[in-house]
């Protein structure tokens, strides 16, 4: 089945500096990809996704980038703020997914340095 | 935001107990998840249904069972607690009207087995 790694597990940057968080996924056939952020205490809350026959999305200081030949999708956060420190995570939709039930990365914290 | 509403926010019980974790939605999706979060691990699916006649084990469904009461409701019983299912535990919904959209999740029940 479908496999997604996400790193690196932590992130520190400084405030104003950019954000890369990288996963890779295992089931070429995968085609939408959900990015979540999870703030202390809350809910997983959708912020980007993309599908398979896109290569890029952006929404103001969030962009997302997919390599389908490598099989691999990042995050991209510019002028970091201290509110994007939260947890993230990626996800993928897998091969035998009308259902959208999906695999997801184990979670990247990032920490955004005043 | 009180769309996908799970009860309870917080529960200690003791091992060998059994706990049912409600959730509701007033969203009007058909498709209701599990998943429990576990630091380092991520989001891990545990059973997903499309409706009330539709049930479907995810990655690590021994020792849980579901019941969809309603389309609006999926519930979650530990049979028998044992600590290793101390994790926070999230309901979602998807919208299939959206194709490969993103989920709502709640926010959260917290289970401590001791």
């Known amino acids: 089945g479908e496999n997604v790694e996400q790193h690196p597990s932590t992130l520190s940057v400084q405030e104003g500096d950019s954000a890369v968080i990288k996963c890779t996924y295992s089931?070429?056939?995968?085609?939408?990809f959900p990015w979540y952020k999870q703030e202390l205490g809350k809910r997983p809350q959708l912020i980007i996704d993309?599908?398979?026959?896109?290569g890029e999305k952006k929404d103001q200081r969030i962009a997302v980038t997919l390599n389908k030949t490598a099989k691999h999708f990042s995050l991209h956060i510019t002028e970091t703020q201290p509110e994007d420190s939260a947890v993230y995570f990626c996800?993928?939709?897998?091969?035998?997914?009308?259902?959208?039930?999906?695999?997801f990365g184990t979670g990247t914290r990032l920490k955004v340095l005043a | 935001d009180a769309d996908v509403t799970q009860t309870p926010r917080n529960r200690i019980t003791k091992t060998g107990k059994r706990i049912m974790l409600e959730c509701s939605q007033t969203?009007?999706?058909?498709?209701m998840y599990w998943y429990r979060q576990d630091p380092g691990l991520g989001l891990r699916l545990i059973y997903y249904?499309?409706?009330?006649?539709?049930?479907n084990k995810g990655e690590i469904s021994d020792g849980y069972s579901v019941s969809r009461q309603a389309q609006a409701k999926f519930s979650l019983s530990l049979e028998s607690a044992i600590p290793n299912q101390t994790a926070l535990y999230f309901c979602?919904?998807?919208?299939?009207?959206?194709?490969?959209?993103?989920?709502?999740f709640g926010s959260g029940t917290r289970l401590t087995v001791v």
């Open positions: 249904s499309f409706d009330v006649k539709d049930i």
């Open positions: 993309i599908r398979s026959n896109v």
């Open positions: 979602a919904t998807s919208d299939p009207t959206q194709g490969a959209g993103g989920y709502t």
């Open positions: 089931d070429s056939a995968s085609n939408y």
């Open positions: 996800a993928a939709n897998p091969r035998d997914s009308g259902t959208y039930k999906y695999i």
């Open positions: 969203k009007g999706h058909d498709r």
